[in-house]
């Protein structure tokens, strides 16, 4: 029987910096960039996971946007990611 395990939400605060319009650098600052665990693993682009829907298992790669992450299907169907969802690691 596979592992499987609910995904969980963790928050990273990436550096980011502002540009004057003379192209001068204004100031840094962290930005918040929300992410996944799953078993304790970070979850990042690329990453090739399955998630349960409706007692089904589907099958995809990770990836992220401006509106989130999400499920990237073999059928071009890309499946929301959210919080508590059941998912398990894909082998490549």
Known sequence: M???EQLQQ??????STLRRED???AYAF???RSSFLL???LVSEGDRL???IMNTW???EVRHNHSGWYLLT???VGIRLSVGLTARWEQP
């Not at 963790?10 to 550096?15: A, D, G, H, L, R």
């Open 10 to 15: 963790q928050t990273q605060f990436v550096p």
């Open 39 to 41: 078993a304790g693993r």
């Open 2 to 4: 596979e592992e499987t």
């Open 23 to 25: 192209g001068q650098k």
């Open 58 to 60: 589907v099958r995809g």
């Open 30 to 32: 962290p930005l918040p």
């Open 74 to 76: 073999a059928a071009q």
């Open 50 to 52: 399955a998630i349960r």
